[in-house]
């Protein structure tokens, strides 16, 4: 079965920087899509960054552009996200998924910028 476990997360101060990571494993994740979701408290569920799987082209959510890489290793089954220049906005449990809108996502970690 598909499986998603994120890690990497914690509390930084305004301008500070974390890298998420996200072990996949129940699925052949060099053929998938592979997506960054983030939801902060009374808030809708919302995506920040996409790769895809071929030529690892990637979209970012307008917040997200400049500050956020992407990135993953099919040798690995892993994603990341680079997270720099980080803001008190970006405060928010973080999930990696297999479609856009976060259906099928991990446990998520948790990023607290304060």
């Known amino acids: 079965h598909v499986q998603l476990v994120e890690s990497g997360g914690g509390l930084v101060p305004p301008g500070g920087s974390l890298r998420l990571s996200c072990a996949a494993s129940?699925?052949?994740?060099?053929?998938?899509?592979m997506y960054w979701v983030r939801q902060a408290p009374g808030q809708e569920r919302e995506g920040v960054a996409a790769?895809?799987?071929?030529?690892?082209?990637?979209i970012y959510m307008d917040s997200a552009k400049g500050r956020f890489t992407i990135s993953r290793d099919n040798a690995l089954n892993t994603l990341y996200l680079q997270m720099n220049s980080l803001k008190t906005e970006d405060t928010a449990m973080y999930y990696c998924a297999t479609d856009s809108r976060g259906t099928r996502r991990g446990q998520g970690t948790q990023v607290t910028v304060s």
């Open positions: 790769i895809y799987s071929g030529d690892g082209s990637t």
């Open positions: 129940g699925f052949t994740f060099s053929t998938y899509w």
